[in-house]
């Protein structure tokens, strides 16, 4: 019924998920936004439900297959939405096709476009919520060493709302990431030159770019306790 998203994993998101430390503090960081008393969760991470390993083994073979699979929820579950999605680091290709049952997936410069004619209006009360849960997001994923994570983003059309969701949000700035940046930015074979912005970034800067580039996205509007205050 598209009320959970089942996602294959690598190794090395699986490693940081269930070695590296990665899963343990999620699961305290999300009990903590969700015993928040403001009303909110605090929080935009989507929520993850478990990871599974599926083992088969053809009968005309010996060896076995091991896939390890990721359940989360679905952001858009009974929603009515037209999405979008933008990471920090880059412009991925103009349009993901998502399946039979949901939209496809408008990708950043593309919906830069869309916003420039057709833009999201929040309250100010809600911007200044949403910025806040971002950021926390964002400084969390930044102090486990995790980065290359996207914002998911729709309005659903019946409910006349925003739906936010983080995901992709397993992947550590490791050794061989820490290797490319650095080529990238020295001018050796492959690299960039110095100056160059590489595509790989470290987790404190895609935490600051990534911040600054939800600012973009979303228009605020006086809230109504606003307009009653002004009149």
Known sequence: DDRFI???VSRAERNAFLDHGVGFAYFAYVESRLEDEDGVSG???AKILGMYQVAT???MESTETKLDFLVMENVFYGRDV???ATRADEVPPPWRTASATTPAVLLDENLMEVLATDPILVTERSKRALDAALRRDAAFLS???VMDYSLLAGVDRRADELVVGVVDYLRQYTWDKQLETYVKQSGL???GGPGKTPTVISPGQYEKRFATAM???FVCVPDDDDDREGN
């Open 189 to 191: 074979v492959g690299g």
């Open 43 to 45: 929080t935009c991470l």
């Open 143 to 145: 102090s486990l060493g």
């Open 82 to 84: 037209a999405a979008g």
């Open 57 to 59: 083994r053809s009968p």
């Open 6 to 8: 089942v996602k294959e």
């Open 215 to 217: 600012r973009r996205y």
